[in-house]
């Protein structure tokens, strides 16, 4: 009996004494992060439309200058004038010069007193230049402006256009006065031996407007490239 009991004794130790395998551990899965940045969406506006000025901008006014008239108007034809030629003291202050007075009927009521100190003038020669003068006969014209032509002589065919020379010279109490020379003539017309040189005169007022043009002085001055 003590036999049995040892051994069933021996045989469970041996039983407990045996080693069992050791199980392996399962390796814990390692879960991968993703980290997904996500961007919320801009939610952009549709452009506001800019409305247009509904007037044009103001700009800064400028100064216009005053244009004086040309005085396009064609000097209307009148008869051939008569005119004065008669010297003073036989000739103006003893030079031989033969001064012209122009007949009122060509000033045309614009102006009278239209004086002329010679009928003749020179490139070369005495004297080159001559003085003109006048009185306006309208109270409003406070300018008068001088136009010349040049016509050929002795044929007296093709005459130039109007050439304005430009303002005469005043008192302010309405006279005017300018000295025309040869050298005021256009190179164009300067080559000519001889040559007739006609005059209007334009009356002009302070609105800068023609008031009344004279008649046209024909045939009365001269013009000589030498010594007549």
């Not at 002795?154 to 005043?170: A, I, Q």
Request: charged share 15%; glycine share 6%; net charge negative.
């Amino acid at each position: 009996m003590k036999k049995l009991l040892l051994l069933s004794l021996a045989i469970l130790l041996a039983a407990c004494g045996v080693v069992q395998p050791a199980q392996q551990v399962q390796p814990t899965p390692i879960i991968a992060t993703v980290l997904v940045t996500v961007i919320p969406t801009t939610e952009v506006a549709p452009p506001t439309t800019i409305s247009l000025p509904t007037q044009a901008p103001t700009l800064a006014p400028t100064d216009i200058p005053t244009i004086a008239p040309t005085a396009t108007l064609e000097p209307t034809v009148a008869p051939q004038p008569t005119a004065d030629t008669s010297t003073t003291s036989g000739s103006s202050s003893g030079t031989g010069l033969i001064p012209v007075n122009v007949d009122n009927f060509l000033g045309k009521g614009a102006f009278t007193g239209i004086t002329i100190s010679s009928d003749l003038v020179t490139l070369r020669c005495f004297p080159r230049e001559i003085e003109i003068s006048m009185t306006a006969n309208l109270p409003e014209i406070t300018r008068a402006e001088m136009y010349y032509r040049i016509v050929d002589q002795p044929s007296g065919l093709y005459p130039s256009e109007w050439l304005l020379v430009g303002n005469l010279g005043t008192d302010g109490k309405g006279k005017f006065f300018t000295t025309f020379n040869a050298e005021s003539i256009h190179p164009n017309f300067r080559g000519l031996d001889k040559a007739w040189i006609d005059f209007q005169f334009i009356g002009i007022n302070k609105g800068v407007r023609v008031v009344a043009p004279t008649e046209k002085i024909e045939r009365l001055v001269v013009y000589s490239k030498e010594c007549p």
